[in-house]
């Protein structure tokens, strides 16, 4: 608790900085991690249009350069919309470093 | 020059609000209150504001839209009155969490059922721990200047709260007496521009508004509320003092008529006043010292000049124009409550009057009086004005 402002520190109004979301690491909440094939992907970026947490990752010439884990929750869309099962879900587990 | 005119204490609202020309006016009609956002439209028709008048379905869409108003920077005002206000309760905690000061018509009038439009201070009392700053005015001249007032009291930095105009329904709003208007450029002088502290529409510095919090912070937001109250008083009495150097009228927290010696005091609210007072000079003629204490500001209370004017009297009687049913009235609870800390045990009536709009005379006043200087006292709710 002690890390928590007291009153006179917070600011008035119940109001917080705005667009403070996207300091939040949502990959923290993934259990599955999407891993992504570049030489199975046809960049046809069904993945890209459908991540809810935009965090396929691509380029201004419409190529796929990768994934975003800062924000990927691992929902798997991506792995399920894929015509070439180019990504692959893969437990974080297996990620774990030692 | 400052022109006199007959009219209504809803009427001189509604002139007071053409003068300050509020940016934002959402307003959903209910009487009593209705001939402000009425008269005030027809303001807007003529082109005689540049207000942006809502006009909504309902006292719930009409508070939510002064709130989103607010916070985005707008000066805003709105009335209404009894179930209207009600209608509005959920609204208005936020809009004080939220620091907006938005000044409010708040025309008295009892709470159905049964249905009733006259005036009581039910519909107001039962706001009274919802954040708002509540003043209550005894005459038309009073409301029309407190309204004025209310902008800068509201707006001022280290209170930044909304604030409840009250007057008496029907009394005040409806009778047409005599009122004194300040000009215009006066008035625009006087309250200034608002100067917002987190304008949503200031989008190089942008905020969210009322986030979810839970066990963590919401705590400490009340406790930032708790603090705005207590910057209140002082920011009401730099206000009036500068009001009272431009206009000749002052108005201090309490109203002290013939209370510096006397041994029996009415403690009364809005327009009843007057019949206390009409009471206090009867009876002084026969030489009873008695005195009428009128309290203009309720929220936050100013326990302090409240006990110095009553802590000489041999014994006091408090008038409430509304009832907490199985309780004290909420004038009473809070008047013993000043005295208790205060230390002073001062015999104390309490009387509920002028339920659903029943009259208060000088002959009500006068039995309540009678009791102090007969020395009838006793814990017991007595009632001005019931027929048993």
Known sequence: MSSLKGWQDLPLATTVPASTSEAVQTGQWRSMRPIWDEKECIHCLQCWIQCPDKSIKANADGKVTGVDYF?????????????KKAIEMRPESEFIEQ | MPRKDITSGNWAVAEAMRQINPDVVAAYPITPSTDIPMRFSEFVADGLVDTNLVTVESEHSAISACVAASVSGARVMTASSANGVALMHEIFPIAASYRAPIVFGLVNRSLGAPINIHCDHGDSMAERDSGWIHIYCEDGQEVYDTTIMAVRIAEQKDVLLPIFVCQDGFITSHCFEPIEFMDDDVVRKFIGERDPLFPLLDVDNPVAYGSLVLTDYYFEIKRQQVEAMKHVEKAYLDVAAEFAKITGRNYPLVDKYRTEDADYIMVIMSSAAGASKETVDRLREKGHKVGCLRIRLFRPFPAKVIVDALKGAKAIAVCDRAASLGAPAPLFTEIKGALYDAGIHIPANTYVYGLGGRDFFPHNAEEAFMDLINK?????????????
């Open chain 2, 376 to 388: 009838k006292m006793s814990p017991e709710e007595r009632y001005l004005g019931l027929r048993e």
């Open chain 1, 71 to 83: 924000y990927c929750k691992g929902c798997g869309i991506c792995a399920a919309v894929c015509p």
